[in-house]
């Protein structure tokens, strides 16, 4: 696996009450293209996703309108977290617009020349006492 795939295994954790909430988000999720769901445990399942389609985020704000109740555990909420930023500023990284050429050809050319302090002074006229 590469360190910056863009297909993503997550996990959605549901809160204990009410009852039935991950076969119901089962049976939702399944229905959207592009995106695999299966059953991890009781309360959890593992979704799977391409990240310019999806995200967790907003996966789970959607889920949340539709009524479901995630976990709110403190563990959970960090992973969440973690995951949202991650893949935020993966999805912004994957959109970046590519280099410019015409400034890389300007760094270049002035990687070239000579820098530091010029004195156009004759060299015999600073040596001058």
């Known amino acids: 696996m ?21 076969e119901r988000a089962l ?12 059953p991890l445990a009781e309360r959890v399942l593992q979704v799977r996703y391409h990240l310019c389609e999806y995200t967790l985020e907003g996966l789970e704000s959607a889920l949340t309108a539709q009524g479901f ?23 912004r990284n994957v959109a970046a617009n590519p280099p410019d050429i015409k400034s890389q050809a300007f760094i270049q050319t002035y990687e070239q020349h000579l820098h530091g302090d ?3 002074t ?6 001058y006492k």
């Open 69 to 91: 109740h995630l976990d709110g555990s403190v563990l959970w909420r960090i992973k969440r977290a973690l995951a949202y930023y991650c893949e935020g500023v993966q999805r």
């Open 27 to 38: 049976r939702l999720l399944e229905g959207l293209e592009g995106l695999s769901v299966s």
């Open 122 to 127: 004759p060299e015999e006229w600073r040596s």
């Open 2 to 22: 590469q360190p910056c795939d863009l297909v993503k295994t997550r996990e959605l954790a549901f809160n204990l009450t009410p009852p039935g909430q991950a």
């Open 118 to 120: 010029r004195d156009e």
